[in-house]
């Protein structure tokens, strides 16, 4: 390594600071548009400093989004790339004379610092056109469920004002319910249309067995019975109900629809059926852990995914004292998938359920016993997609 470049990421112009590796003297500090034609300026000014002083590596704070273009055209031109975080960028900063006041030249300065003195920075790869499609349709799938979630709640607020008998019966993410608030939401609506024609409505559903109908019919007439009252602002508030509910159904379909080419591209994906072959690992988790962690040979081991997820334990030691302590970084995204997947294994993996029971009669309490496991499956996923091949109950991974 004999140049280091440090760039700080941002939506419409970079900063770039390139400097000698051995004496850390700047050779230029100035920054580049967020266009192919800016960008391809840098990297020959980066393979004419090369040329004089040898090999660059090239240190960015921020991976794919706004950085896409920049990392794809930096990788196409065979630069070696690494990821120096946001975070440690941030507190290294703040160990420098001013470092709380921010710029953009500063914090490239910072960044090639950092790159000059650390060895453990992860090496940045070009994406594979799997991951990327599945990034992009897991991230979609996470906005619609973020939606549905913040709709469901609404629902709830807006029916719980004029009608909190019918509220606490409707489940506002079942099929059968969001159908009925489309058209009867008000008791006085519900009592005027009677069991027959609330029933009549609900059998427009398709795949919906019939006794589930008629407890919902039932349920949806005895609320509006016990109650005689209307409330003010009782039809605006319906009429959103009804709109609300049908903006669900709609959601609903998107969803399923969107599941289904998950699916598919994971189908496709090199890693997809490996990835999911290990128990609790749906194929939105799957998804998931493939958008967020790509190709796992950017790992050299368990140990790396780990610290990646933030699911390695840290050193705290200070004079005398001397403990492991939980990482609190990490990809959070990373580890919310190891967690779930976990969780979701403790019910039907008897490794797994095996491993759990274990670890809470050592005293863990529950949520430290699922992160151990958490980090025990790092090692096995590690060594499935290493060794391209299928999850394997009897496989003994490292101790963790």
């Known amino acids: 390594m004999g140049v280091v470049v440090g760039i700080d990421v941002a939506k419409e112009t970079h900063w770039v600071e390139i400097k000698i590796a051995e004496s850390g003297k700047a050779v230029s500090s100035h920054p580049v548009d967020n266009t192919p034609e800016d960008i391809s300026a840098l990297i020959g000014e980066v393979h004419d400093v090369e040329g004089e002083h040898g090999p660059a590596l090239v240190g960015i704070d921020i991976l794919g989004g706004i950085a896409s273009l920049l990392q794809a055209m930096l990788l196409e031109a065979g630069l070696a790339v690494v990821h120096v975080p946001g975070l440690a960028v ?70 719980n004002s004029i009608h909190p008998g019918l509220e606490r019966q409707v489940q506002v993410t079942g099929k059968t319910w969001l159908h009925l608030l489309t058209r009867y939401v008000t008791p006085a609506e519900i009592r005027a249309a009677g069991r027959t024609r609330v029933l009549a409505h609900l059998r427009k559903l398709r795949y919906v067995k019939d006794t589930v109908l008629i407890e919902t019919a039932e349920a949806a007439v005895g609320s509006a019975q016990r109650q005689r009252v209307s409330m003010p602002g009782e039809k605006v508030t319906a009429e959103l109900v009804k709109e609300t509910a049908a903006e669900a159904l709609l959601a609903r379909d998107r969803l399923a629809a969107l599941d289904k080419r998950i699916q598919e591209a994971l189908d496709r994906h090199p890693d997809g059926t490996l990835v999911a072959s290990l128990p609790g690992m749906g194929p939105t988790l799957t998804a998931e852990f493939l958008a ?109």
């Open 90 to 159: 941030n507190r290294a900063r703040r160990g420098t004379r001013g470092g709380e006041h921010k710029s953009d030249p500063k914090d490239a300065q910072v960044i090639a610092d950092q790159v000059r003195m650390r060895d453990d920075l992860r090496q940045v790869t070009a994406m594979r056109e799997e991951d990327v499609e599945l990034r992009l349709l897991a991230g979609r799938r996470a906005e619609l469920v973020e939606d549905a979630s913040r709709r469901a709640n609404r629902l709830r607020e807006l029916l």
């Open 292 to 400: 967020v962690a790509g190709d796992v040979s950017r790992f050299a081991n368990g140990g790396r995914l780990a610290a990646a997820a933030g699911l390695a334990p840290v050193l705290k030691q200070s004079g005398k004292s001397r403990h492991l302590k939980r990482a609190r970084s990490g990809d959070r995204a990373l580890k919310r998938v190891f967690y779930q997947s976990a969780f979701c294994a403790i019910g039907y993996d008897p490794a797994s359920t095996d491993f759990y029971r274990r670890k809470r009669s050592e005293g863990k309490n529950h949520q430290q016993a699922v992160l151990a496991l958490a980090r025990r499956r790092v090692n096995v996923l590690h060594a499935i997609l290493r060794t391209r091949t299928p999850y394997n109950p009897d496989y003994t991974p490292a101790a963790a």
